[in-house]
């Protein structure tokens, strides 16, 4: 289904890597979430009420909190995809992780108010009754769950977007749940304790959990977390593989949003080469971080050393001699 929509409303959808076709993707799914998940709850808040369990009101608010995380979704993931402007120049990239801290808050509210709920309704002593159709109804829900959840789970790996990641980390909650509901249910039958309430509560800690952990994740994104020592390690082989250059510090990466990654760096080079034939050797290595890691990085040359004279630095001088021609070339060309 979410093919065929594509197909229809996402332009050039397959060309995925594209920083606006991935917003819109993600804007989709949120939109079919929201769509499944409104009709989910309308479905379980009545079965609920009508049987008075914890579990199955836990689990309809649940897929409330579904809706409005599929909701929250699609306008992070539109704000993220607004341009670069006087006020934002770096774009509206981080929009997608305050969303996602959205999304957590909600988690974690659902969390606790099931747990609150399932420790008085244990402490009343009412068990519930299901019918044997609102049980139907339950294992048909469960299938739309569990496409949420594995769409969601194929859009996380295929756009990396941490919204997607959110919204499948809440489908797998509402699958665990409405499975649990439907075991507590037949079970019930042979026991006199309040199971359904038990279940809640064991719930309650699965919903919570996540919602705590995808908290603290983007918390730490928007606080301004470093790159990875990977990602760092990749950098610096790019700088030192420089021409002329013997080392560098003052290396700063800030993020702006899933793949928007923007910096700063000091680069020693020689001070006994010309201006022009530096400045070509550090935007080689601009250009090379941009291709290979999508990093935009203004360096910043700071003369160190003087270098000395021999076969080889006199080819790499050439090198970018020629370079450094060809581009003033171009210019005059325009």
Known sequence: MFKFLSKIYVKDYKNYK?????????????????LINALLFIIKI???????????????????????????????????NKPADSGHPYGHGRSEYIASFLVSI?????????FINSIKSFYKGDIPRLSFIALIILIFSLTF?????LLNKKLNKMLDSQLNYAVMI???????????????????????????????????????????????????????????????????????????????HDLNIHEYGRGKLTGSCDVEVPSNISVGIMHQAVTDVEVRLKNELNISITIHMDPTYCLTENEE???????LRKSVENGNKDIEDR
């Open 18 to 34: 594209n920083g606006s076709v991935r917003l819109k993707l993600i804007s989709l799914s949120g939109l079919v979430g929201v």
């Open 46 to 80: 009545t079965i609920g009420l009508l049987s008075s369990s914890q579990a199955i009101i836990g689990d309809a608010f649940n897929n409330m909190s579904d809706s409005l995380t599929s909701f929250i979704t699609l306008i992070g993931a539109k704000a993220s």
């Open 106 to 114: 909600f988690i974690m509210f659902i969390g606790f108010v099931l």
């Open 145 to 149: 769950k569990i496409y949420i959840y």
């Open 170 to 248: 809440d489908a797998r909650n509402d699958i665990l749940s409405t499975i649990s509901i439907i075991i507590s249910v037949i079970v019930q039958r042979y026991i006199d304790f309040n199971l359904d309430s038990i279940i809640g509560i064991i719930l309650a800690v699965i919903v919570f959990k996540p919602g705590l952990d995808l908290s603290l994740e983007t918390m730490d994104k928007l606080l301004g977390r470093g790159v990875s020592p990977e990602l760092h390690k990749k950098i610096e082989t790019i700088i030192l593989e420089g021409d002329l250059i013997e080392g560098y």
């Open 313 to 319: 630095n006199k080819k790499i001088i050439e090198r």
